[in-house]
């Protein structure tokens, strides 16, 4: 399994670790360890910050992120602080992105869950590199 890396724009290219396009790629990015089904599939490994540095990707949210399916990872990507809808919460708990990964807040009598932590950030970099493609 080889590497793809995910620019802006959602421009994903097979790669090499140590290859001139990674060297070289912009913020945002991330490197993926292996292919999926779809655009943003794979294991996530590394992200590129706005400082020019890759850094790791915390392996939960590895897990967490590979385990969801593709339409759930749409949907959190086309609106990262979208309120949870009961399915999406319980396809995220069995991910083990569960409550300490997520954060609620009461409006006027609703209780609202929405995706907190190392997975939100995770996702509003995706989103960032998905534009308004998606």
Same mark, same amino acid.
């Given at each position: 399994?080889?590497?793809?890396?995910?620019?802006?724009?959602?421009?994903?290219?097979?790669?090499?670790?140590?290859?001139?396009?990674?060297?070289?790629?912009?913020?945002?990015?991330? !490197?993926?360890?292996?292919?999926?089904?779809?655009?943003?599939?794979?294991?996530?490994?590394?992200?590129?910050?706005?400082?020019?540095?890759?850094?790791?990707?915390?392996?939960?949210?590895?897990?967490?992120?590979?385990?969801?399916?593709?339409?759930?990872?749409?949907? !959190?990507?086309?609106?990262?602080?979208?309120?949870?809808?009961?399915?999406?919460?319980?396809?995220?708990?069995?991910?083990?992105?569960?409550?300490?990964?997520?954060?609620?807040? !009461?409006?006027?009598?609703?209780?609202?869950?929405?995706?907190?932590?190392?997975?939100?950030?995770?996702?509003?970099?995706?989103?960032?590199?998905?534009?308004?493609?998606?």
């Amino acid at each position: 399994m080889g590497f793809h890396l995910l620019t802006k724009g959602a421009f994903r290219q097979s790669v090499e670790v140590d290859s001139p396009a990674v060297q070289t790629a912009s913020s945002p990015a991330v !490197l993926f360890d292996g292919g999926g089904a779809d655009l943003f599939g794979g294991f996530p490994v590394r992200l590129l910050e706005n400082t020019g540095e890759w850094v790791n990707v915390p392996d939960a949210v590895g897990r967490q992120w590979e385990s969801l399916p593709a339409e759930v990872r749409g949907r !959190l990507i086309r609106e990262p602080s979208i309120e949870l809808s009961m399915e999406d919460f319980d396809v995220l708990t069995r991910a083990e992105v569960g409550v300490s990964a997520g954060f609620f807040a !009461l409006s006027g009598d609703e209780l609202e869950w929405r995706i907190a932590g190392s997975f939100k950030n995770f996702v509003e970099l995706l989103s960032d590199i998905a534009g308004e493609g998606l």
